[in-house]
């Protein structure tokens, strides 16, 4: 690649503690023009963060020692203009409100395509408020699914207060949690 290509690339910064997921994602990004680094931790994403000023980030909600939203808040310390997207696979309205607060600009469920994080880290502010909807929404059992699986991480994993919350039978939300996600 030459020096014109290199000097070109964005800065993008990925904090991510799924290593494999993270490094697919870098290799992806590192194709559609970004410069990619990776942060496995609050603690090394926030590092990273005060060393340098990021153009672009993506960051992991949940992390092993802490919230994605420490890093976001910490990018916007150091580099206001900033465009940061926020992954999760337990995404709620709740959370995507509060990374939207600290400065994300956008809330995208995992696994994201590396197209959509790309597209939506690149999107013009004059583009409008409102993201294209998804060419293949989840269907309606899916997103039931994704919604009694998010309560019963919630509920650490207890089955009787997950069913509680729900207003569920607790051997009808058994045998739900022993079936395989839906499609789509």
């Not at 904090?15 to 870098?26: G, P, Y």
Request: glycine residues 4%; charged residues 30%.
């Amino acid at each position: 690649m030459s020096e014109s290509q290199d000097a070109e690339k964005k800065k993008l910064l990925i904090v991510d503690d799924d290593e494999r997921f993270a490094e697919r994602l870098s290799r992806a990004m590192d194709r559609r023009g970004f410069e990619p680094v990776i942060a496995n931790s609050v603690a090394d994403g926030i590092r990273l963060a005060h060393s340098e000023a990021q153009e672009y980030a993506v960051v992991d909600l949940r992390l092993q020692d802490g919230s994605g939203l420490d890093v976001v808040k910490a990018i916007h310390e150091t580099s206001e203009d900033a465009r940061v997207v926020v992954l999760t696979g337990y995404g709620n309205i709740a959370t995507a409100v509060a990374a939207v607060k600290v400065g994300a600009l956008d809330y995208l469920p995992k696994p994201a395509d590396p197209d959509q994080v790309a597209a939506t880290l690149l999107q013009s502010s004059t583009d409008g408020d409102m993201p294209p909807p998804p060419e293949l929404p989840m269907t309606a059992d899916r997103v039931r699914w994704e919604h009694i699986q998010r309560v019963y991480e919630q509920c650490d994993r207890n089955v009787s207060e997950t069913a509680r919350r729900l207003r569920m039978h607790r051997r009808t939300l058994q045998r739900i949690l022993a079936k395989y996600a839906p499609h789509a």
